[in-house]
């Protein structure tokens, strides 16, 4: 049997084994968060800052086992969407869906145009909207190519880390007793560090709602997420321990761009620019995965109508929710091109946490038969997301609550007039 036939008119293709589903993850967590979030989390968090890294990585391993066992349960597009619908009602499944779609595609066009200030910072929004275009067009080919590219991409940023690493830990700059922790780290700056650079850790929720797309899904899906999670964390673990190392917490938190400054403490200044090069590919990566996501939860969203039908379209030939990509990719697109939304994302950290506390009680509700994890991690995940997501600054929950708040009245409106 081939195995990258459709199943059916209107499904997608399971490509994707767990060594593709893994680097996908990769993908979306080793991307420009590791290079720019470890600013404001040590802001935040002052010399707590390796606290709030471990107390976000105890959370996103409660949401990524939850995530897994549910994906194996409902391996279809859609992630959270899919789950909160099935188990907890319309609803949640909606809201989750929602805040997922809405929030990520601000993320993306931030990601947009983190490459554009990269690689050609006088054009940014031109080359913002041109990686969005050519990114589309990669997904809009089929999600093996986009498998193809986030290798060669995970390759090239997991090198120029591992440079970073070796520079500042090898070199007579690095300061180890910048890791201790004082008196200015507080528990709710530790909290509000860990809210931020949950953020970076939260692209393993891509391979959940490419479930349509993974071969063996029960199998695949619950080895693939844990396998890039464990990779990740132990990325950035080393990442901060080497930054903190040269630059300590205080200069770490006014830096704008870490990385590049640690390598120039270290005395190696000439690979500044091979950093930046990295930066500019890991948020290429994130772009590329993001866009997939996004557009999966649109596919979903659409065959249930909380989205208009016509994005439900599923391409004969590359088995891709075309008409999503491109729809997500316009928006996109359109964003990145006029607005500079780096500094206004704050909500989709309150609408990925959202989003994964959903997922977490909706993991509560699995049976013993249907592989449920041990209580105590959805309970943790749950819990862990509504603390860190109300620990972000106020704007962000503003924000995000606003963003939430718009989505459900526009799902109780059209329930109003349905019944009419």
Known sequence: MDRSAPTAAGTLRRHLGVFDAVVIGLGSMIGAGVFAALAPAAAAAGSGLLLGLALAGVVAYCNATSSARLAARYPA???TYVY?????GAFWGYLAGWGFVVGKTASCAAMALTVGSYVWPAQAHAVAVAAVVALTAVNCLGVQKAAWLTRA??????????AVVTVCLTGSAADTGHWAITADARLHGVLQSAGLLFFAFAGYARIATLGEEVRDPERTIPRAIPVALGITLVVYALVALAVLAVLGPEPLARSAAPLVDA?????????????????AVAALGSLLALILGVSRTVLAMARDRNL??????VHPRFAVPHRAELAVGALVAVLAATADLRGAIGFSSFGVLTYYAIANVSAFTLTPAERRPPRLVPIVGAVGCAVLAFALPLPSVLWGAGVL????????????LARS
């Open 263 to 279: 390598v120039r403490a270290a005395g190696v200044a000439g690979l500044a620019p091979v950093v930046r090069a990295g930066a």
């Open 77 to 79: 597009s859609g992630g």
């Open 84 to 88: 909160g619908k099935e188990r907890l």
């Open 405 to 416: 708040a718009v989505g459900s009245a526009a799902y109780g409106t059209r329930a109003v």
């Open 308 to 313: 208009p039908h016509a994005l439900a379209a």
């Open 153 to 162: 991409i995970v390759a090239v940023v997991l090198a120029v880390l591992a």
